[in-house]
Protein backbone atom coordinates (compact mmCIF):
# COMPACT_ATOMS: atom_id res chain seq x y z
CA UNK A 1 0.00 0.00 0.00
CA UNK A 2 1.41 3.61 -0.84
CA UNK A 3 2.59 5.34 2.04
CA UNK A 4 0.62 8.23 2.83
CA UNK A 5 1.59 12.02 2.30
CA UNK A 6 1.51 14.83 4.03
CA UNK A 7 2.48 18.68 3.58
CA UNK A 8 4.68 19.62 6.37
CA UNK A 9 6.01 23.28 6.72
CA UNK A 10 9.57 23.26 7.47
CA UNK A 11 12.22 25.26 9.66
CA UNK A 12 15.00 25.88 6.44
CA UNK A 13 18.37 27.36 6.49
CA UNK A 14 18.52 29.73 3.03
CA UNK A 15 20.95 31.93 1.61
CA UNK A 16 19.58 35.29 -0.15
CA UNK A 17 21.55 36.66 -3.18
CA UNK A 18 21.56 40.08 -3.31
CA UNK A 19 20.28 40.01 -7.04
CA UNK A 20 17.36 38.17 -5.16
CA UNK A 21 18.07 34.50 -5.85
CA UNK A 22 17.12 32.26 -2.79
CA UNK A 23 18.93 28.67 -2.36
CA UNK A 24 18.00 26.47 0.31
CA UNK A 25 21.19 25.11 2.10
CA UNK A 26 19.61 22.69 4.98
CA UNK A 27 16.15 21.78 6.26
CA UNK A 28 16.40 21.71 10.47
CA UNK A 29 13.73 18.39 10.94
CA UNK A 30 11.74 18.78 13.89
CA UNK A 31 13.55 16.09 15.52
CA UNK A 32 16.62 17.99 16.20
CA UNK A 33 18.76 17.11 13.24
CA UNK A 34 20.14 19.24 10.72
CA UNK A 35 19.60 17.87 6.73
CA UNK A 36 22.28 19.68 4.55
CA UNK A 37 21.52 20.16 0.96
CA UNK A 38 24.37 18.68 -0.87
CA UNK A 39 23.44 20.32 -4.12
CA UNK A 40 20.16 21.61 -5.74
CA UNK A 41 19.55 20.00 -9.05
CA UNK A 42 16.43 21.69 -10.42
CA UNK A 43 14.31 25.32 -9.72
CA UNK A 44 11.10 25.31 -11.45
CA UNK A 45 7.22 26.45 -10.53
CA UNK A 46 5.75 23.53 -9.99
CA UNK A 47 2.53 22.01 -8.15
CA UNK A 48 2.48 19.30 -5.73
CA UNK A 49 -0.37 17.22 -5.78
CA UNK A 50 0.79 14.79 -2.94
CA UNK A 51 1.30 17.35 -0.67
CA UNK A 52 -1.71 20.14 -1.90
CA UNK A 53 0.38 23.09 -2.91
CA UNK A 54 1.81 25.08 -5.76
CA UNK A 55 5.38 27.07 -5.60
CA UNK A 56 8.76 26.79 -6.87
CA UNK A 57 10.13 23.60 -6.46
CA UNK A 58 13.47 22.95 -5.76
CA UNK A 59 14.88 19.40 -6.34
CA UNK A 60 17.78 19.03 -4.14
CA UNK A 61 20.03 16.36 -3.41
CA UNK A 62 20.45 15.35 0.39
CA UNK A 63 22.57 12.69 1.51
CA UNK A 64 22.51 11.17 -2.17
CA UNK A 65 18.83 11.27 -2.28
CA UNK A 66 16.84 13.68 -4.34
CA UNK A 67 13.87 15.21 -2.94
CA UNK A 68 11.64 17.98 -3.83
CA UNK A 69 11.39 21.12 -1.49
CA UNK A 70 8.80 23.47 -2.08
CA UNK A 71 8.59 27.29 -1.52
CA UNK A 72 5.00 28.57 -1.34
CA UNK A 73 4.98 32.71 -0.97
CA UNK A 74 7.07 33.12 1.96
CA UNK A 75 6.93 29.12 3.52
CA UNK A 76 9.47 26.00 2.82
CA UNK A 77 7.13 22.72 2.73
CA UNK A 78 7.96 19.20 1.94
CA UNK A 79 5.97 15.96 0.83
CA UNK A 80 6.52 14.28 4.03
CA UNK A 81 6.09 10.46 4.90
CA UNK A 82 3.60 9.13 7.34
CA UNK A 83 0.69 11.53 9.50
CA UNK A 84 0.86 15.12 10.64
CA UNK A 85 0.44 14.19 14.10
CA UNK A 86 2.81 11.46 13.60
CA UNK A 87 6.52 14.13 14.03
CA UNK A 88 9.04 11.60 13.93
CA UNK A 89 7.84 10.88 10.15
CA UNK A 90 9.88 11.14 7.29
CA UNK B 1 -3.82 37.65 -42.21
CA UNK B 2 -6.13 36.24 -38.97
CA UNK B 3 -5.45 36.84 -35.87
CA UNK B 4 -4.57 33.65 -33.58
CA UNK B 5 -6.64 34.39 -30.38
CA UNK B 6 -6.99 31.94 -26.94
CA UNK B 7 -9.44 31.74 -24.87
CA UNK B 8 -8.40 30.53 -21.28
CA UNK B 9 -10.72 29.06 -18.77
CA UNK B 10 -10.19 27.60 -15.62
CA UNK B 11 -12.04 24.55 -15.23
CA UNK B 12 -14.12 24.75 -11.65
CA UNK B 13 -11.35 26.89 -10.79
CA UNK B 14 -12.69 27.98 -6.84
CA UNK B 15 -13.14 23.79 -6.31
CA UNK B 16 -9.74 23.00 -8.03
CA UNK B 17 -7.91 24.92 -6.09
CA UNK B 18 -9.45 23.70 -3.15
CA UNK B 19 -8.99 20.38 -4.30
CA UNK B 20 -5.00 20.85 -4.98
CA UNK B 21 -4.60 21.82 -1.71
CA UNK B 22 -7.12 19.60 0.30
CA UNK B 23 -5.99 15.79 -1.44
CA UNK B 24 -8.02 14.36 0.91
CA UNK B 25 -11.14 15.54 -0.45
CA UNK B 26 -9.70 14.81 -4.34
CA UNK B 27 -12.14 12.23 -5.47
CA UNK B 28 -15.46 13.39 -3.48
CA UNK B 29 -17.84 15.60 -4.40
CA UNK B 30 -16.63 19.12 -3.81
CA UNK B 31 -18.56 22.11 -3.73
CA UNK B 32 -17.20 25.92 -3.08
CA UNK B 33 -20.09 27.67 -1.06
CA UNK B 34 -20.77 30.95 1.07
CA UNK B 35 -21.24 30.84 4.86
CA UNK B 36 -25.08 29.43 5.20
CA UNK B 37 -25.20 31.16 8.70
CA UNK B 38 -24.99 34.40 6.73
CA UNK B 39 -27.09 33.58 4.60
CA UNK B 40 -24.71 33.06 1.66
CA UNK B 41 -25.67 29.81 1.22
CA UNK B 42 -25.17 29.07 -2.41
CA UNK B 43 -22.90 27.39 -4.64
CA UNK B 44 -19.78 28.86 -6.27
CA UNK B 45 -18.67 25.95 -8.21
CA UNK B 46 -18.42 22.61 -7.82
CA UNK B 47 -16.00 19.83 -8.69
CA UNK B 48 -16.43 17.44 -11.39
CA UNK B 49 -17.70 15.15 -9.16
CA UNK B 50 -20.37 17.40 -8.20
CA UNK B 51 -21.64 17.98 -11.18
CA UNK B 52 -22.14 14.62 -12.22
CA UNK B 53 -24.77 14.85 -9.46
CA UNK B 54 -26.59 17.04 -11.11
CA UNK B 55 -25.34 20.09 -8.45
CA UNK B 56 -25.25 23.73 -10.37
CA UNK B 57 -23.57 27.00 -9.82
CA UNK B 58 -26.13 29.33 -7.74
CA UNK B 59 -28.26 26.88 -6.23
CA UNK B 60 -28.68 27.43 -2.30
CA UNK B 61 -26.28 24.50 -0.64
CA UNK B 62 -29.47 22.81 1.22
CA UNK B 63 -30.52 21.92 -2.49
CA UNK B 64 -27.25 20.65 -3.69
CA UNK B 65 -27.23 18.52 -0.60
CA UNK B 66 -30.48 17.22 -1.52
CA UNK B 67 -29.51 15.70 -4.55
CA UNK B 68 -25.72 14.88 -3.33
CA UNK B 69 -25.79 13.61 0.60
CA UNK B 70 -21.87 13.61 0.46
CA UNK B 71 -21.36 17.09 -0.83
CA UNK B 72 -18.26 18.55 0.81
CA UNK B 73 -19.05 21.75 1.20
CA UNK B 74 -15.50 24.21 1.35
CA UNK B 75 -15.58 27.60 2.33
CA UNK B 76 -14.38 29.99 -0.12
CA UNK B 77 -10.85 31.64 0.21
CA UNK B 78 -10.63 34.73 -1.86
CA UNK B 79 -7.14 35.57 -1.60
CA UNK B 80 -5.76 31.87 -2.54
CA UNK B 81 -7.96 32.46 -5.64
CA UNK B 82 -6.70 35.83 -6.74
CA UNK B 83 -3.07 34.32 -5.89
CA UNK B 84 -3.40 31.13 -8.26
CA UNK B 85 -5.13 33.60 -10.87
CA UNK B 86 -1.94 35.87 -10.55
CA UNK B 87 -0.02 32.77 -11.54
CA UNK B 88 -2.55 32.15 -14.47
CA UNK B 89 -2.03 35.57 -15.64
CA UNK B 90 1.82 35.30 -15.10
CA UNK B 91 1.94 32.17 -17.37
CA UNK B 92 0.18 33.88 -20.22
CA UNK B 93 2.33 36.71 -20.37
CA UNK B 94 4.88 34.62 -21.17
CA UNK B 95 3.75 34.20 -24.83
CA UNK B 96 1.90 37.54 -25.28
CA UNK B 97 1.13 41.30 -23.55
CA UNK B 98 -2.21 41.33 -24.83
CA UNK B 99 -3.74 39.35 -22.04
CA UNK B 100 -7.60 40.40 -21.35
CA UNK B 101 -8.48 38.64 -18.32
CA UNK B 102 -12.81 38.05 -17.83
CA UNK B 103 -13.20 37.78 -14.59
CA UNK B 104 -10.91 35.97 -12.10
CA UNK B 105 -10.33 32.36 -13.77
CA UNK B 106 -10.77 33.65 -17.25
CA UNK B 107 -8.45 35.27 -20.22
CA UNK B 108 -7.88 35.98 -23.97
CA UNK B 109 -4.90 36.30 -25.35
CA UNK B 110 -3.88 37.67 -28.69
CA UNK B 111 -0.79 35.05 -29.54
CA UNK B 112 -1.12 36.56 -33.18
CA UNK B 113 3.02 37.91 -32.84
CA UNK B 114 4.28 34.88 -30.84
CA UNK B 115 2.34 31.90 -32.65
CA UNK B 116 4.87 31.37 -35.66
CA UNK B 117 7.64 31.81 -32.99
CA UNK B 118 6.28 29.22 -31.12
CA UNK B 119 4.57 26.54 -33.55
CA UNK B 120 0.69 28.06 -33.89
CA UNK B 121 -2.09 28.95 -32.06
CA UNK B 122 -2.58 25.44 -30.87
CA UNK B 123 1.07 24.08 -29.65
CA UNK B 124 1.09 27.19 -27.69
CA UNK B 125 -2.61 26.76 -26.49
CA UNK B 126 -1.62 22.91 -25.38
CA UNK B 127 1.56 24.56 -23.69
CA UNK B 128 -0.63 26.63 -21.64
CA UNK B 129 -2.78 23.87 -21.08
CA UNK B 130 0.40 21.69 -20.03
CA UNK B 131 2.32 24.70 -17.92
CA UNK B 132 -0.71 25.11 -15.78
CA UNK B 133 -1.35 21.47 -15.28
CA UNK B 134 2.34 21.05 -13.51
CA UNK B 135 3.10 24.26 -12.41
CA UNK B 136 -0.30 25.38 -10.65
CA UNK B 137 -2.20 21.87 -10.54
CA UNK B 138 -5.33 22.85 -11.93
CA UNK B 139 -7.05 22.06 -15.43
CA UNK B 140 -7.79 24.96 -17.91
CA UNK B 141 -9.99 24.69 -21.63
CA UNK B 142 -8.22 26.80 -23.85
CA UNK B 143 -10.15 27.87 -27.32
CA UNK B 144 -8.11 28.77 -29.71
CA UNK B 145 -9.81 30.99 -33.30
CA UNK B 146 -9.52 33.91 -34.96
CA UNK B 147 -11.81 36.37 -32.96
CA UNK B 148 -12.53 36.54 -29.32
CA UNK B 149 -16.18 34.87 -29.67
CA UNK B 150 -15.39 31.94 -31.09
CA UNK B 151 -12.43 31.39 -28.83
CA UNK B 152 -14.17 31.58 -25.69
CA UNK B 153 -16.67 29.15 -27.49
CA UNK B 154 -13.88 26.78 -27.92
CA UNK B 155 -12.68 26.65 -24.41
CA UNK B 156 -16.38 25.82 -23.51
CA UNK B 157 -16.90 23.53 -25.83
CA UNK B 158 -14.51 20.87 -24.51
CA UNK B 159 -14.10 20.57 -20.61
CA UNK B 160 -12.19 19.71 -18.40
CA UNK B 161 -8.47 19.52 -19.11
CA UNK B 162 -8.94 20.68 -23.45
CA UNK B 163 -7.49 22.50 -26.61
CA UNK B 164 -10.41 23.37 -29.44
CA UNK B 165 -9.50 24.61 -32.02
CA UNK B 166 -12.16 26.68 -34.08
CA UNK B 167 -11.08 27.65 -37.80
CA UNK B 168 -12.20 29.05 -40.47
CA UNK B 169 -12.94 25.62 -42.05
CA UNK B 170 -14.42 23.91 -39.01
CA UNK B 171 -16.39 26.87 -37.44
CA UNK B 172 -19.93 25.76 -39.27
CA UNK B 173 -19.20 21.87 -38.24
CA UNK B 174 -18.61 23.05 -34.57
CA UNK B 175 -20.50 26.44 -33.39
CA UNK B 176 -23.20 26.70 -35.77
CA UNK B 177 -24.97 23.57 -34.74
CA UNK B 178 -24.82 24.71 -31.57
CA UNK B 179 -27.83 26.09 -29.06
CA UNK B 180 -28.38 29.87 -29.38
CA UNK B 181 -27.79 30.42 -25.95
CA UNK B 182 -24.24 29.07 -25.93
CA UNK B 183 -22.84 31.66 -27.59
CA UNK B 184 -21.40 34.99 -25.28
CA UNK B 185 -24.12 37.21 -24.63
CA UNK B 186 -27.56 35.18 -25.19
CA UNK B 187 -28.65 35.13 -21.47
CA UNK B 188 -32.12 33.65 -21.05
CA UNK B 189 -34.23 36.66 -22.45
CA UNK B 190 -32.93 36.53 -25.73
CA UNK B 191 -33.27 32.94 -25.96
CA UNK B 192 -36.98 33.02 -25.31
CA UNK B 193 -37.32 35.93 -28.24
CA UNK B 194 -34.76 34.34 -30.58
CA UNK B 195 -37.00 30.86 -30.00
CA UNK B 196 -39.92 32.71 -30.95
CA UNK B 197 -38.91 33.71 -34.27
CA UNK B 198 -37.78 30.26 -34.93
CA UNK B 199 -33.94 31.02 -34.18
CA UNK B 200 -33.05 27.85 -31.83
CA UNK B 201 -28.91 27.35 -33.11
CA UNK B 202 -26.47 29.39 -33.47
CA UNK B 203 -26.12 28.39 -37.30
CA UNK B 204 -29.69 29.74 -37.58
CA UNK B 205 -28.63 33.45 -36.37
CA UNK B 206 -26.24 33.62 -38.21
CA UNK B 207 -28.06 32.44 -41.49
CA UNK B 208 -30.73 35.31 -40.87
CA UNK B 209 -30.61 38.37 -42.84
CA UNK B 210 -28.47 41.02 -40.62
CA UNK B 211 -31.61 44.17 -41.32
CA UNK B 212 -34.27 41.55 -39.96
CA UNK B 213 -32.11 41.32 -36.84
CA UNK B 214 -31.89 44.47 -36.26
CA UNK B 215 -35.24 45.27 -37.11
CA UNK B 216 -36.19 42.90 -33.83
CA UNK B 217 -33.51 43.64 -31.40
CA UNK B 218 -31.88 47.14 -32.14
CA UNK B 219 -28.41 47.74 -31.84
CA UNK B 220 -28.22 44.42 -29.96
CA UNK B 221 -29.24 42.41 -33.20
CA UNK B 222 -26.43 43.44 -35.19
CA UNK B 223 -23.82 42.51 -32.31
CA UNK B 224 -25.52 39.08 -32.29
CA UNK B 225 -25.23 38.49 -35.83
CA UNK B 226 -21.53 38.77 -35.85
CA UNK B 227 -20.92 37.29 -33.39
CA UNK B 228 -22.82 34.86 -35.11
CA UNK B 229 -20.82 34.85 -38.31
CA UNK B 230 -16.86 35.23 -36.55
CA UNK B 231 -17.21 38.86 -37.44
CA UNK B 232 -16.25 39.72 -34.12
CA UNK B 233 -13.16 42.47 -34.58
CA UNK B 234 -12.87 43.93 -31.17
CA UNK B 235 -9.33 43.62 -29.88
CA UNK B 236 -7.37 41.83 -26.92
CA UNK B 237 -6.80 44.92 -24.51
CA UNK B 238 -2.54 44.83 -23.30
CA UNK B 239 -2.13 43.51 -19.57
CA UNK B 240 -1.46 45.93 -16.88
CA UNK B 241 -1.85 45.18 -14.02
CA UNK B 242 -3.73 48.18 -12.80
CA UNK B 243 -6.75 47.86 -15.41
CA UNK B 244 -9.37 50.74 -16.37
CA UNK B 245 -11.76 50.10 -14.17
CA UNK B 246 -14.96 50.67 -15.97
CA UNK B 247 -17.35 50.61 -12.51
CA UNK B 248 -17.20 50.34 -8.83
CA UNK B 249 -20.11 48.76 -7.15
CA UNK B 250 -20.81 46.72 -3.84
CA UNK B 251 -23.89 43.92 -3.22
CA UNK B 252 -25.09 42.61 0.20
CA UNK B 253 -27.28 39.58 0.83
CA UNK B 254 -28.41 41.05 4.01
CA UNK B 255 -28.55 38.46 7.60
CA UNK B 256 -32.41 38.78 7.00
CA UNK B 257 -34.72 39.75 4.45
CA UNK B 258 -35.25 43.49 4.14
CA UNK B 259 -39.15 44.52 4.73
CA UNK B 260 -39.62 48.18 4.65
CA UNK B 261 -37.68 51.52 3.23
CA UNK B 262 -35.81 52.14 6.46
CA UNK B 263 -34.23 48.75 6.43
CA UNK B 264 -33.28 49.65 2.49
CA UNK B 265 -32.05 52.83 3.39
CA UNK B 266 -29.48 52.08 6.04
CA UNK B 267 -28.11 49.25 3.83
CA UNK B 268 -28.23 51.19 1.10
CA UNK B 269 -26.25 53.41 3.53
CA UNK B 270 -22.94 51.12 4.04
CA UNK B 271 -23.16 50.12 0.76
CA UNK B 272 -22.69 53.64 -0.97
CA UNK B 273 -20.13 54.72 2.35
CA UNK B 274 -18.05 51.49 1.18
CA UNK B 275 -18.60 52.68 -2.72
CA UNK B 276 -17.84 56.06 -2.29
CA UNK B 277 -14.92 55.33 -0.48
CA UNK B 278 -13.46 52.95 -2.68
CA UNK B 279 -13.86 55.79 -5.67
CA UNK B 280 -11.92 58.51 -3.71
CA UNK B 281 -9.04 55.64 -2.63
CA UNK B 282 -8.72 55.24 -6.40
CA UNK B 283 -9.57 59.18 -7.32
CA UNK B 284 -12.74 58.69 -9.16
CA UNK B 285 -15.75 60.47 -9.80
CA UNK B 286 -18.69 59.03 -11.44
CA UNK B 287 -21.83 60.20 -13.14
CA UNK B 288 -23.57 56.91 -13.51
CA UNK B 289 -25.60 54.67 -10.88
CA UNK B 290 -27.45 51.72 -11.08
CA UNK B 291 -29.03 49.93 -8.37
CA UNK B 292 -29.74 46.03 -8.21
CA UNK B 293 -32.21 44.18 -6.18
CA UNK B 294 -33.43 40.91 -5.78
CA UNK B 295 -36.27 39.62 -3.86
CA UNK B 296 -36.80 36.70 -1.85
CA UNK B 297 -38.16 34.69 -4.69
CA UNK B 298 -34.44 35.56 -6.32
CA UNK B 299 -36.12 37.62 -9.05
CA UNK B 300 -33.71 40.44 -9.55
CA UNK B 301 -34.25 44.13 -11.10
CA UNK B 302 -31.57 46.27 -12.21
CA UNK B 303 -32.07 49.89 -12.51
CA UNK B 304 -30.02 52.80 -13.95
CA UNK B 305 -29.98 56.48 -13.38
CA UNK B 306 -27.87 59.65 -13.80
CA UNK B 307 -26.28 62.28 -11.57
CA UNK B 308 -26.28 65.96 -13.03
CA UNK B 309 -22.57 66.24 -12.24
CA UNK B 310 -19.30 63.94 -11.45
CA UNK B 311 -19.62 63.09 -7.74
CA UNK B 312 -18.13 60.77 -4.85
CA UNK B 313 -19.91 62.31 -2.12
CA UNK B 314 -21.09 59.07 0.02
CA UNK B 315 -24.32 61.14 1.07
CA UNK B 316 -24.85 61.94 -2.51
CA UNK B 317 -24.79 58.12 -3.63
CA UNK B 318 -27.05 56.82 -0.93
CA UNK B 319 -29.84 59.69 -1.54
CA UNK B 320 -29.86 58.95 -5.52
CA UNK B 321 -29.75 55.04 -4.50
CA UNK B 322 -32.52 55.20 -2.14
CA UNK B 323 -34.64 57.46 -4.62
CA UNK B 324 -34.06 55.18 -7.52
CA UNK B 325 -35.25 52.26 -5.32
CA UNK B 326 -38.32 53.97 -4.85
CA UNK B 327 -38.96 54.91 -8.42
CA UNK B 328 -39.30 51.35 -8.97
CA UNK B 329 -39.81 48.53 -6.53
CA UNK B 330 -43.16 48.40 -5.26
CA UNK B 331 -42.61 45.82 -2.06
CA UNK B 332 -44.51 42.45 -3.73
CA UNK B 333 -41.65 40.36 -1.66
CA UNK B 334 -39.07 41.54 0.85
CA UNK B 335 -35.89 41.44 -0.34
CA UNK B 336 -32.68 39.59 -0.35
CA UNK B 337 -30.51 40.97 -1.14
CA UNK B 338 -29.13 44.33 -2.82
CA UNK B 339 -26.20 46.37 -4.35
CA UNK B 340 -25.35 49.89 -5.92
CA UNK B 341 -22.63 50.47 -8.85
CA UNK B 342 -21.14 53.73 -9.83
CA UNK B 343 -19.97 53.66 -13.44
CA UNK B 344 -19.37 56.58 -16.28
CA UNK B 345 -15.87 57.69 -14.47
CA UNK B 346 -13.90 60.45 -14.93
CA UNK B 347 -10.87 61.56 -12.61
CA UNK B 348 -11.93 63.82 -9.67
CA UNK B 349 -9.22 66.49 -10.91
CA UNK B 350 -11.18 67.22 -14.09
CA UNK B 351 -12.58 70.68 -14.02
CA UNK B 352 -16.70 70.94 -13.30
CA UNK B 353 -19.34 73.01 -14.02
CA UNK B 354 -20.22 74.85 -11.32
CA UNK B 355 -24.31 75.29 -10.73
CA UNK B 356 -25.86 78.70 -9.70
CA UNK B 357 -28.84 77.02 -8.26
CA UNK B 358 -26.68 74.63 -6.22
CA UNK B 359 -24.94 75.36 -3.27
CA UNK B 360 -21.47 74.44 -3.93
CA UNK B 361 -20.14 75.35 -0.77
CA UNK B 362 -22.02 72.76 0.79
CA UNK B 363 -20.91 70.24 -1.60
CA UNK B 364 -17.03 71.08 -0.86
CA UNK B 365 -17.92 70.66 2.68
CA UNK B 366 -18.99 67.12 1.98
CA UNK B 367 -16.36 66.05 0.14
CA UNK B 368 -13.94 67.39 3.01
CA UNK B 369 -16.15 65.84 5.34
CA UNK B 370 -15.80 61.82 3.32
CA UNK B 371 -12.35 62.65 3.14
CA UNK B 372 -11.96 63.28 7.15
CA UNK B 373 -13.73 60.04 7.82
CA UNK B 374 -11.55 58.13 5.16
CA UNK B 375 -8.60 58.63 6.79
CA UNK B 376 -10.49 57.90 9.99
CA UNK B 377 -11.31 54.50 8.91
CA UNK B 378 -8.14 53.93 7.18
CA UNK B 379 -6.79 54.57 10.76
CA UNK B 380 -9.15 53.26 13.20
CA UNK B 381 -11.09 50.68 11.48
CA UNK B 382 -14.34 50.45 9.66
CA UNK B 383 -16.38 51.10 12.46
CA UNK B 384 -15.02 53.92 14.23
CA UNK B 385 -17.56 56.17 12.94
CA UNK B 386 -20.90 55.69 11.83
CA UNK B 387 -23.99 57.34 10.69
CA UNK B 388 -26.46 57.53 14.06
CA UNK B 389 -28.93 55.74 11.78
CA UNK B 390 -27.44 52.89 10.69
CA UNK B 391 -27.03 52.16 14.23
CA UNK B 392 -30.74 51.49 14.70
CA UNK B 393 -30.34 47.99 13.78
CA UNK B 394 -26.30 47.34 14.26
CA UNK B 395 -26.63 43.40 13.29
CA UNK B 396 -28.08 44.24 9.68
CA UNK B 397 -25.52 47.30 8.59
CA UNK B 398 -22.27 45.52 10.30
CA UNK B 399 -20.82 44.46 7.68
CA UNK B 400 -17.99 45.92 5.77
CA UNK B 401 -18.29 45.46 2.06
CA UNK B 402 -15.30 47.34 1.12
CA UNK B 403 -12.66 44.70 2.85
CA UNK B 404 -14.64 42.09 2.90
CA UNK B 405 -15.35 41.10 -1.06
CA UNK B 406 -13.35 41.87 -4.24
CA UNK B 407 -14.49 39.89 -6.62
CA UNK B 408 -17.00 41.38 -9.06
CA UNK B 409 -18.46 40.03 -11.93
CA UNK B 410 -17.79 41.65 -15.20
CA UNK B 411 -18.97 42.05 -18.55
CA UNK B 412 -17.44 42.39 -22.08
CA UNK B 413 -18.46 45.50 -23.09
Not at chain 1, 42 to 49: G, H, K, M, V, Y
Not at chain 2, 31 to 55: C, D, F, M, S, W
Not at chain 2, 81 to 103: A, C, M, N, W
Request: charged share 25%.
Amino acid sequence: MAVPVYKKYVNMIVRCYPDGRILPLAVYWDTGKLYEIDRVLDIRPAASLKAGGAGIRYTCRIQGRETYIWLEENRWFVEAKGYPEDQDAG
Amino acid sequence: MDRVILHSDCNCFYASVECLYHPEIRNKPVAVGGEPKHRHGIILTKNQIAKQYGVKTGEPIWKAIQKCPSLVIVQPNYSLYQRFSQLTRKIYLDYTDHVEPFGIDEAWLDVTGSARLCGGGKEIAQEINRRIKSELGITVSVGVSWNKIFAKFGSDYKKPDAVTVIARDNFKDIVWPQPAEDLLYVGPATKRKLNGIGIHTVGELAEMPQGYLHSRFGKWGDVLHDFANGLDFSPVEKYDSVRAVKSIGNSTTTIRDLKTNEDVKMVLFVLAESVGRRMREQGFKGRGLSVSVRDNQLCTVTKQCKFEEFTSISLEIADKAFWLFKQFYNWYHPIRSIGISVSDFAHDNVPTQIDLYHNEQQKMRMERLDNTLDVLKRRFGNFCVQRASLLEEPSLTRFNPKDENTIHPVGYF
